[in-house]
């Protein structure tokens, strides 16, 4: 059984920062193209950062320079660091890991039907103006 698990969710005013980090149990994320993705009210499903089995990172243009994906062998674990956050940064944000994928792949892709194969629950960012 596969389970990703995120934490750090939370409420932070514009500018602030939080670290959100997703263990895994069941895989190795070494092995899987891992990826973010968030889910704002009233919106799809969207790639936010993704990394692949071999070290790959793509971005969405909007959190470039701002955020920052990588994984912790050590843990079993994906992190992403999101700096200066905005409120339309707010959402709900996933863990996902996906068979095969290029990063360019999960990213633009992985929340389609077909896409990442496993997903974690979710937990939700608030950022306040």
């Known amino acids: 059984q596969v389970d990703l698990v995120e934490s750090g969710g939370g409420s932070v005013e514009t500018g602030g920062s939080l670290r959100l980090s997703c263990v895994a149990s069941?895989?190795?994320?070494?092995?899987?193209?891992m990826g973010w993705f968030r889910q704002a009210l009233g919106k799809q499903r969207e790639g936010v950062a993704a990394?692949?089995?071999?070290?790959?990172?793509e971005y969405r243009e909007s959190v470039k320079g701002r955020f920052a994906i990588s994984k912790d062998s050590a843990k079993n674990a994906l992190d992403l660091l999101m700096n200066n956050l905005q409120p339309e940064d707010t959402a709900e944000y996933y863990c996902?890991?996906?068979?095969?994928?290029?990063?360019?792949?999960?990213?633009?892709?992985?929340?389609?039907?077909?896409?990442?194969?496993?997903w974690g629950k979710g937990v939700l960012v608030t950022i306040s103006s």
């Open positions: 996902a890991a996906g068979d095969g994928m290029t990063a360019f792949q999960a990213l633009h892709i992985g929340s389609l039907p077909g896409g990442m194969k496993y």
């Open positions: 069941g895989i190795t994320v070494g092995q899987y193209s």
């Open positions: 990394i692949d089995y071999n070290g790959r990172i």
